[in-house]
């Protein structure tokens, strides 16, 4: 059975940090690319970040180059480290697969149930 686990989520004062991870299992993680995508209320999902753990090519939105860094580990693991948070990143966290880099949603095909991410000012 595939599964993606997102945790780590919580709440944090704007120019804090916070780290989110995904737990994969079931499917062959160096084959797929994982990526982290957010909603946030009354807003569309909006691409955040992806990897491709085989040979660490990642991939950025333009709102968190600078700020957010992916990684991931030899235990299916990928991460999403934040700093220098914002309101407006406050949304629910979602980690997914797809076959290909990129951030388009339609893409990904392994959804996981999310995390949230609230940022204080």
């Known amino acids: 059975e595939v599964q993606l686990v997102e945790s780590g989520g919580g709440l944090v004062q704007a120019g804090g940090s916070l780290r989110v991870s995904c737990a994969a299992s079931?499917?062959?993680?160096?084959?797929?690319?994982i990526g982290w995508f957010r909603q946030a209320p009354g807003k569309e999902r909006e691409g955040v970040s992806c990897?491709?753990?085989?040979?660490?090519?990642t991939y950025y939105a333009d709102s968190v180059k600078g700020r957010f860094t992916i990684s991931s580990d030899n235990a299916k693991t990928v991460y999403l480290r934040m700093n220098n948070l914002k309101p407006e990143d406050t949304a629910v966290y979602y980690c997914?697969?797809?076959?290909?880099?990129?951030?388009?949603?339609?893409?990904?095909?392994?959804w996981g149930q999310g995390t949230q991410v609230t940022v204080s000012s």
């Open positions: 990897i491709r753990p085989i040979d660490g090519r």
């Open positions: 997914a697969a797809s076959s290909v880099v990129g951030l388009e949603s339609g893409d990904y095909y392994y």
């Open positions: 079931g499917f062959t993680f160096d084959d797929y690319v």
